[in-house]
């Protein structure tokens, strides 16, 4: 069988559709895809580990990374900042792994446009009260962010149309191998 050529994915969708639950479960399944470890302004949750789930900064580390040209793409998201450096995606793509991006909707606008080629994949959800439901669930916000980003949820779900491909998570297994299967890896 012919190896995949490695891709550059952009994975984006509302915050609490899955998309860490899914992307944990397709590095789970093929370690030839790894996921690209952003830099943030947002508080570490409980359970987060700096270097593991976000390199974690102040507001001056991350104006210093803006300032030097370090990020790929970065994005301001219900009051933080968000982005990704280029170089250890530059690296793990040349060392012949497929890069995974979970990032939001203005971060996969910014990729569109300084990588064509790259694949831009949608998570939906199967319905608003689910989308709800889970963001709700996973309980790690306070209500009024709750609020915030789900009102930023709405504007993500009306665009879609932008990306080459949705998935829709109903179940998580379901999801992660659409993933694979577009990006042609076996599972
Ligand atoms: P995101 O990274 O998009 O913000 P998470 O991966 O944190 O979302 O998932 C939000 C919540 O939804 C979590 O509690 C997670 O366990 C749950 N979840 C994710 N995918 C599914 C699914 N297919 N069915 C039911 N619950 C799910
Ligand atoms: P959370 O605070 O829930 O971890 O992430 C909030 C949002 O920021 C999510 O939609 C997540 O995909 C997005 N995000 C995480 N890292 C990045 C990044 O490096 N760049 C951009 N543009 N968005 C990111």
Not at 19 to 30: I, M, P, Q
Not at 57 to 73: K, N, P
Not at 176 to 183: E, K, N, V
Request: net charge negative; proline share 6%.
């Amino acid at each position: 069988m012919s190896e995949p050529t490695p891709r550059l994915v952009v994975l984006s969708g509302p915050s609490g559709v899955g998309k860490s639950t899914v992307v944990n479960c397709v590095c789970g399944l093929e370690p030839r895809i790894w996921l690209s470890i952003s830099t943030t302004t947002r508080a570490p949750r409980p359970g987060e580990l700096d270097g593991r789930e976000y390199h974690f900064v102040s507001d001056a580390q991350f104006d210093q990374l803006v300032s030097t040209g370090a990020f790929l793409e970065w994005a301001e998201f219900a009051g933080n900042r968000y982005g990704t450096t280029s170089e250890p995606v530059e690296a793990h793509l040349a060392a012949g792994y497929s890069v995974l991006l979970e990032i939001e909707l203005q971060g996969a606008r910014t990729l569109r446009l300084v990588d064509p080629d790259a694949l831009l994949v949608f998570l939906a959800p199967p319905n608003w009260d689910e989308l709800v439901r889970r963001l709700i669930g996973r309980g790690t916000e306070a209500p009024e962010v709750v609020e915030r980003r789900l009102g930023v949820a709405r504007v993500e779900l009306a665009a879609e149309a932008e990306f080459d491909v949705t998935i829709v998570n109903s179940s998580v297994e379901a999801a992660a191998s659409a993933l694979l299967d577009l990006l042609g890896y076996p599972h």
